[in-house]
């Protein structure tokens, strides 16, 4: 389960009140799956720009505790009045194979730059963010030189009690499968909350997914999650 930050400009982060640290807790219900997952974001803004961070952990009983980690962290760059934001990215984690825990694996680093521009509603209630990266994914030569196409979202409605977030990337990146080697990835986490109060929300998560992490095809795999902004 992989996680997208609410990409705003600076402009956004200072002028609204924005609670940027939250914790999730999703229970997978995808085929093989049914394990839990945490999710620790943060979102800070500054004067120059703003920085994202996420850490996320699957829980499963049969490999007695953490089964994988995985990390993102950005940095984006604020250039006056200019609606392009350059951005820097990071990605990277490790895992144990469910079957085997006592085998050990590791997520190849990716290394992102690139682009992003913000559209928002004036009352900021809705936000779109696209970005365009050059990719290099670590030990994996045909990638040396690959990209990254990026949408996150999140709107707000019914004075802000249902909210609607999420993310969508699609990138390059050469896999195989038996004898047939896939040349692309697609990735979509769209998230339905209900806020009950400023600070807890109750919801779900619908990971989509294609050629992605070892499985070849098109995967739908849901969840049901609570969460908690600090």
């Known amino acids: 389960m992989i996680k997208k930050p609410f990409l705003v400009t600076v402009m956004v ?11 999730q807790v999703h229970y997978d219900l995808g085929d093989e799956r049914k ?4 999710t620790i974001e943060m979102f800070r803004p500054d004067k120059l ?23 993102e962290i950005s940095r984006s760059f604020q ?19 469910k079957d085997a825990p006592a085998i050990g694996y590791g997520v190849n680093s990716a290394y992102l730059a690139g682009f992003q521009y913000t559209i928002n509603a004036p009352d900021f ?12 994914i670590e030990k994996k030569s045909a990638n040396d030189a ?8 999140e709107l707000h409605f019914f004075d802000r009690k249902l909210t609607f977030s999420g993310f969508a990337d699609f990138w390059g ?24 109060a400023s600070h807890f929300s109750v ?7 294609s050629n992605f992490a070892g499985n070849k095809g098109f995967m739908v795999n849901p969840t049901i999650a609570i969460k908690w902004l600090f």
């Not at 394990?35 to 945490?38: D, E, F, G, Q, V």
């Not at 994202?52 to 009983?61: G, P, T």
């Not at 209630?125 to 290099?136: D, G, I, R, Y």
């Open 203 to 209: 919801g779900s998560e619908v990971e989509l997914s």
């Open 125 to 136: 209630s809705k936000v779109l963010t696209l970005q365009a990266n050059f990719k290099h």
């Open 146 to 153: 690959s990209w990254q196409l990026t949408a996150v979202w």
């Open 35 to 38: 394990y839990l997952t945490t």
């Open 49 to 71: 720009g703003s920085t994202f961070f996420f850490v996320d952990m699957d829980y499963d009983e049969k490999v007695s505790g953490v089964m994988g980690a995985y990390w």
């Open 13 to 23: 982060a200072l002028s609204c009140t924005v609670l940027a640290q939250n914790l």
């Open 79 to 97: 250039i006056g009045k200019f609606p392009l934001q350059p951005r820097v990215e990071y990605n990277g984690g490790l895992g144990r194979v």
């Open 173 to 196: 990146e050469e896999n195989l499968f038996d004898t047939e080697t896939t040349k692309t990835i697609f990735l979509a986490e769209p998230q339905l909350w209900y806020n009950f």
